[in-house]
């Protein structure tokens, strides 16, 4: 097996598990888009369920909650880490700290994609974006982040 199917059967597996077994990231319509060593992408489709509450009045339509985009980097940031196990199915990792930057509201689909800058023997840390398509077909970053990790390997 290449290390490619490797990583499909890893996000088929962790979709798998999303579906079944996460309630919250299942309701949200949550996707493991890609996985590969160091990196993965999740997205989460617009729907009018995660939105702000506040009137616009300009005939857009509202802006998903900034809390949506904190749950995909937190998820997306751990999640990659796993690509760095031995066994990315065995072991846990447990969020330490989490920092999210937020550029300008969302207004569609949200997808980020997380990077492995560390993975150390009990603490990891992610870089991940998070990028919109615009209701004028632009793709826009609307949140950065960076997470720290506890990695619980198994030996």
Do not use: C
């Amino acid at each position: 097996m290449t290390a490619e199917d490797e990583f499909e059967a890893h996000r088929t597996l962790l979709q798998g598990y999303i579906d079944e077994n996460h309630e919250f990231l299942s309701w949200l319509g949550t996707t493991v888009d890609h996985v590969g060593q160091g990196t993965m992408t999740m997205s989460i489709p617009y729907d009018d369920k995660l939105t702000n509450t506040r009137p616009n009045g300009d005939g857009r339509r509202p802006d998903i909650h900034g809390g949506v985009a904190a749950t995909l980097v937190d998820t997306v940031g751990g999640l990659a880490l796993r690509t760095e196990f031995d066994e990315p199915t065995s072991g846990g990792v447990a969020t330490i700290n989490l920092n999210v930057n937020y550029l300008r509201p969302a207004t569609g689909d949200l997808r980020a994609t997380a990077d492995v800058v560390r993975a150390g023997s009990s603490v990891g840390v992610s870089e991940i974006t998070v990028e919109t398509t615009t209701l004028d077909g632009e793709i826009v970053k609307v949140a950065t982040g960076q997470g720290a990790y506890r990695l619980f390997r198994v030996e």
